[in-house]
């Protein structure tokens, strides 16, 4: 694993006795410095009532406390804990600390001087998260501009995942807003293990008692790629024991009932890199709550729409879905123009964590409910020739709460028509992809093109794992997208219609959002 680059280890002693006030170890103007001076300050555990014994490096153990009368033995202690926080990568156990409340603070110390200046830190700490929002494979690019508009710019984009920083508030929002990311995760710890001593080390020098209360559950998932450690089980157990002895040596118990709220706990080792989280969404973001009843195929919300937000459409232009199916789309692009939150309606596991206030997530949803708009100007249009399909999605939209926005009618791809200009077309139609299929889905694929060359200004997108879709729809797209529908590899094909005339500034700037992401 890289070193990471040498990051400001000053910082200033605070306590509320006179005799340790400004006990100075180093100048304390920098940030990392201050934001140490805080969490010390915060704990309460540094006043007249306590006395702290912090082990040294070296073994010899020395008291910090406004009773300790040896002048020189104090500023040994001293001396001791700066060395300890200072030392980069130094595990929780080797800080021997009687007062186990104390413990997380010392730790957030340590970890704050790593994370404020190092942006590959290996710690989140008290104010600070280093947060992963997972995402299908091709949308990542995506979930990193939902994430940019929500104002978590400082990001690194990686396949599959998408890790930027936040804080408690960053949590809430962003499990409410995120319409094409998987989940959304907590890194706790990252760090190189090539054997189970390593990994025990590592894993149980995160601070878990500033995460987990006492009676937490907290079962642990893993995966291993490329990596000295493959046996999953084996690893999943030796994290599980680090997790707790961690807990027993900051406690002081001995035994845990895993009664309380569940936090669970993600371990994924690729090429002996270890990266340990939490899991803030329990199901995932694809869970809207309003999909009760689907179609035999059914896309995943958050595909859906990733397919609306990697189109031109905006509110003000008409939208189409030929094919429907359960609705997916066109629900999606709904909720989209009302800009309404896609997590509003549903709960998240981390609501239970002690952590995060009932007051951070009563915030985020007043946020989202005043950021709604009301129902697009124009209603969406979502048709299939299966009339059942055509309730299903009656019945979707009408749990979305978009019933309303939607106009719904049964008829073939061939009868669709729209004297409207500049508008969207976007489907997901069937693949062909059993054997008695693709006959059928290589017609409907023709018949769509016909349809198309009678909306000459219109934009049309399709999904299909066909790999001959550009043959039988008689041109060749603008732009493809290489995505996944469930396990299904597929192709996102993108035929721009003409830009519309000067003066629709929300079309012009949809358009240079996509060349944007595309670039």
Not at 446 to 474: I, K, M, N, Q
Request: glycine share 8%.
């Amino acid at each position: 694993m890289a070193a990471h680059p040498a990051a400001d280890t000053s910082f200033r002693w605070y306590s509320p006795y006179s005799r340790y006030r400004n006990r100075s170890l180093g100048p304390s103007t920098s940030a990392p410095g201050r934001r140490i001076e805080a969490f010390l300050f915060r704990s309460g555990q540094c006043g007249e009532h306590n006395n702290i014994d912090v082990g040294a490096v070296g073994g010899r153990t020395s008291k910090i406390g406004p009773k300790d009368s040896d002048t020189k033995d104090s500023d040994r202690g001293y001396d001791q804990l700066h060395s300890a926080v200072s030392k980069r990568g130094q595990a929780a156990s080797e800080f021997q600390l009687q007062e186990p409340s104390f413990v997380r603070y010392l730790i957030f110390a340590r970890s704050s001087l790593l994370a404020a200046d190092c942006p590959e830190s290996r710690y989140s700490t008290m104010d600070r998260l280093q947060l992963v929002a997972t995402a299908a494979f091709g949308l990542e690019a995506v979930v990193s501009r939902e994430l940019n508009a929500l104002g978590y710019t400082e990001q690194t984009v990686e396949d599959g995942r998408v890790t930027f920083w936040g804080d408690d508030q960053a949590i809430a929002r962003c499990n409410l807003w995120l319409r094409t990311a998987d989940r959304l995760l907590v890194q706790l710890g990252k760090f190189e293990a090539r054997d189970f001593g390593q990994l025990f080390d590592g894993v149980a020098a995160i601070p878990w008692e500033a995460w987990l209360p006492l009676d937490a559950k907290f079962p642990v998932e893993g995966k291993s790629v490329r990596s000295l450690l493959h046996g999953v089980p084996a690893v999943q157990r030796v994290v599980k024991k680090a997790i707790v002895e961690s807990r027993k040596k900051a406690t002081q118990r001995h035994w845990f009932e895993e009664t309380g709220p569940e936090f669970p706990v993600e371990i994924s080792i690729l090429k002996d890199v270890v990266t340990v989280t939490l899991d803030t969404s329990g199901e995932g973001l694809h869970r809207r709550g309003y999909r009760k009843l689907t179609s035999a195929a059914p896309l995943r919300e958050t595909t859906a729409a990733a397919l609306v937000m990697l189109s031109y459409w905006r509110r003000d232009r008409p939208f189409i879905d030929p094919m429907c199916g359960s609705g997916t789309i066109a629900i999606e692009a709904a909720l989209i123009g009302r800009n309404r939150a896609p997590g509003i309606d549903r709960n998240f596991i981390c609501e239970h964590w002690p952590r995060l206030s009932k007051e951070v997530w009563k915030q985020a949803r007043e946020e989202a409910r005043d950021l709604q708009k009301g129902k697009p100007p124009l209603r969406l249009i979502a048709s299939d020739i299966d009339p059942r399909s055509v309730e299903l999605t009656r019945a979707n939209a009408r749990a979305a709460g978009v019933e309303l926005d939607l106009q719904l009618q049964t008829m073939d791809v061939l009868e669709l028509k729209d004297q409207r200009e500049y508008g969207v077309i976007i489907t997901n139609p069937p693949y062909g992809e059993r054997l008695g299929d693709r006959e059928s889905a290589e017609a409907l694929y023709d018949d769509l093109a016909d349809t198309c060359a009678g909306l000459p200004t219109w934009s049309t997108y399709v999904l299909t794992s066909h790999p001959d879709f550009e043959r039988f729809f008689r041109r060749r797209s603008d732009r493809r997208r290489k995505l996944y529908n469930g396990r299904i590899e597929c192709t996102y094909y993108q035929f721009h219609g003409p830009r519309p005339p000067l003066g629709s500034d929300e079309a012009e700037s949809a358009a240079d959002a996509e060349e944007q992401l595309e670039g």
